[in-house]
């Protein structure tokens, strides 16, 4: 229950709109908690290659979603880096 209760209130932080829950500010938001959760499981489990594989693929589409938005709203794209802590 916790979890879902972390993902609504990341949700309520970085949505647009009233009903907005997918837009691309959100899904970053969503897989940066996600790697930084399997970042601390890795300190502790250092050989769990199937995760690894799995926080790669995050971490890509992550990439992915900060490129787009980076091209369709540069303001939006900083304002987000800032609040989330990314490229220091």
């Known amino acids: 229950m916790a979890l879902k209760q972390a993902k609504s209130e990341m949700i309520a ?7 907005d829950t997918g837009s691309t500010a959100v899904q970053i938001a969503l ?3 996600r790697i930084n ?6 300190k502790t ?5 199937a995760s690894k594989r799995g926080l790669l ?3 890509g589409q992550r990439r992915s979603f900060l490129s787009y938005l980076a091209k369709h709203d ?5 304002q ?6 990314l490229r220091k």
């Open 13 to 19: 932080n970085f949505k647009q709109s009233e009903h």
């Open 74 to 78: 540069q303001a939006q794209y900083r």
């Open 57 to 59: 693929k995050m971490v």
């Open 45 to 49: 489990h250092a050989k769990d290659y």
């Open 31 to 33: 897989l940066t908690n």
């Open 80 to 85: 987000l880096l800032e609040r989330l802590g």
């Open 37 to 42: 959760s399997l970042t601390q499981h890795f």
